[in-house]
Antibody, heavy 119, light 107 residues
């Protein structure tokens, strides 16, 4: 079955760079149509899409955050990594990784990881 | 980026009620819309994709309709387990975008 799990620091300081890893199983990112995306949700607020990487290594980013985000994949390890630079307290959120087919809708989600930005 | 506006932002309803949530896109997105349900502390769950296709395992009381810019999610008879927040998401264009959510509460 398909599973995804996020890992990374629970606490980062302002101005630091956040690195999150999504480790998945049950599918391969080398299969045509497969994509992995990151979505975040500040406490009590709405979902916000961040970035996507597809089987062909094409990458797409949120317009408002694209200067701070980098997404990459390691197909051999079944991992996708998201880095976000210059973290700020407003970036405090639960970060989810998720599978998307053909750049469309999310059919599987990770459990999410809460990242708090505080000095 | 395409903006999705959901309405209402919250509603109160009783078990057995028919509930309708709308999602309006700032430009046409054909049928490239999905609906998700999220309960507190949990990841969202896919309900509807391609505007009107029911995800496997989702109860048939959930239905979706619309195309272009106007979409609806309908729960035909609200059940206790349906009290949650619902989000729409468009996948017609990058960047992908979500609506602001609709919280369905118990009256």
């Amino acid at each position: 079955q398909v599973t995804l799990r996020e890992s990374g620091p629970a606490l980062v300081k302002p101005t630091q760079t956040l690195t999150l890893t999504c480790t998945f199983s049950g599918f391969s990112l080398s299969t045509s149509g497969m994509c992995v995306s990151w979505v975040r949700q500040p406490p009590g607020k709405a979902l916000e899409w961040l970035a996507l990487i597809d089987w062909d290594d094409d990458k797409y980013y949120s317009t408002s955050l694209k200067t701070r985000l980098t997404i990459s994949k390691d197909t051999s390890k079944n991992q996708v990594v998201l880095t976000m630079t210059n973290m700020d307290p407003v970036d405090t959120a639960t970060y989810y990784c998720a599978r998307i087919l053909d750049g469309g809708y999310i059919d599987y989600w990770g459990q999410g990881t809460l990242v708090t930005v505080s000095s | 980026a395409i903006q999705l506006t959901q309405s209402p932002s919250s509603l109160s309803a009783s078990v057995g009620d028919r509930v309708t949530i709308t999602c309006r896109a700032s430009q046409g997105i054909s049928s490239a819309l999905a609906w998700y349900q999220q309960k507190p502390g949990k990841a969202p769950k896919l309900l509807i994709y391609d505007a009107s296709s029911l995800e496997s395992g989702v109860p048939s009381r959930f239905s979706g309709s619309g195309s272009g810019t106007d979409f609806t999610l309908t729960i035909s008879s609200l059940q206790p387990e349906d009290f949650a927040t619902y989000y729409c998401q468009q996948f017609n264009n990058y960047p992908l975008t979500f609506g602001g959510g609709t919280k369905v509460e118990i009256k």
